[in-house]
């Protein structure tokens, strides 16, 4: 009987390590004017957004601004995501990754909505070549204009 209590002990120990582990990572927007961060839940892939607000009555100090999961930032299959933001200063949006399958997709706040939203999960095919979304009909390159201009770059 003396070698079950001991067993039963690491089994409980080893269930409990989960509850440590960290769950969310957070990013901010690499706009340079833009007080945004982002966040992920690491396992399920969601992404939302929060911001400094002024507040509009009261004086005060302002509020702080979330922008909830919408278009294709809600949950993912689980595995283990990330975020990665660009070196563009004028960019506002971040990369979602999936460290396992090497699959991206761009996030980003759509204001007018007030929601964060990402497009389809994609990655390079195996040669190198452009690959396609894992669904749906987006593409993984925009055509012409549909990215700001970046200081004159083609």
């Given at each position: 009987m003396r070698p079950i209590l001991p067993t039963l002990l690491v089994c409980a120990t080893l269930h409990a390590l989960p509850a440590f582990a960290t769950s969310y990572e957070f990013v901010p927007a690499p706009q340079t004017d833009l007080n945004r961060m982002y966040r992920i839940d690491k396992v399920t892939g969601e992404?939302?957004?929060?911001?400094?607000?002024?507040?509009?009555?009261?004086?005060?100090?302002?509020?702080?601004?979330?922008?909830?999961?919408?278009?294709?930032?809600?949950?993912?299959?689980?595995?283990?995501?990330?975020?990665?933001?660009?070196?563009?200063?004028?960019?506002?949006?971040?990369f979602r990754v999936n460290y396992r399958t090497g699959e991206m997709s761009i996030c980003f706040v759509l204001v007018k909505k007030e929601q964060v939203v990402c497009t389809q999960q994609a990655k390079p095919g195996a040669d190198g070549t452009e690959g396609s979304p894992i669904a749906g009909t987006a593409t993984t390159r925009?055509?012409?204009?549909?990215?700001?201009?970046?200081?004159?770059?083609?």
């Open positions: 992404v939302i957004s929060c911001q400094y607000g002024l507040q509009e009555s009261g004086g005060g100090i302002g509020q702080t601004v979330c922008f909830g999961a919408g278009e294709g930032a809600g949950p993912q299959a689980p595995s283990e995501y990330g975020l990665v933001a660009s070196r563009h200063a004028r960019e506002a949006g971040v925009p055509g012409p204009g549909a990215t700001p201009s970046q200081g004159g770059r083609p």
